[in-house]
């Protein structure tokens, strides 16, 4: 059973930037596209991000287009978020996911129900 670990979530000012990490064990996020998500307090989980299998093609939002980054590394199973310019609106607990056998990114945004899930890593914007 693959398990999906997030972390790298904190506590920061606006302006500053975090990088999120999202670390797989018991099984390879290699051959998976992988996607982020948030869900802020009294909001839906929305997606955030998304990245395909080799790290070649990336997909945002609209709200962070241009502040953020997803990439992976293969090699070390993870899968992270460069987070720059952070605003007091992104504050959020932000979750990894993918789904058995997904490869590009159109395979994760459409979705919102996916097959495994980490727990979750708070970040937390102040103004």
């Known amino acids: 059973q693959v398990q999906l670990v997030e972390s790298g979530g904190r506590l920061v000012q606006a302006g500053d930037s975090l990088r999120l990490s999202c670390v797989a064990s018991g099984g390879s996020l290699t051959r998976n596209a992988v996607g982020w998500f948030r869900q802020a307090p009294g909001r839906e989980r929305e997606f955030v991000a998304a990245?395909?299998?080799?790290?070649?093609?990336?997909y945002y939002t609209d709200s962070v287009k241009g502040r953020w980054t997803a990439s992976r590394d293969n090699a070390k199973n993870t899968v992270y978020l460069q987070m720059n310019n952070l605003k007091v609106e992104d504050t959020a607990v932000y979750y990894c996911?993918?789904?058995?056998?997904?490869?590009?990114?159109?395979?994760?945004?459409?979705?919102?129900?996916?097959?495994?899930w980490g727990q979750g890593t708070q970040v937390t914007v102040s103004s």
């Open positions: 990245i395909n299998w080799s790290g070649h093609s990336t």
């Open positions: 996911a993918f789904s058995s056998g997904s490869l590009s990114v159109t395979d994760i945004v459409g979705k919102s129900d996916h097959d495994y």
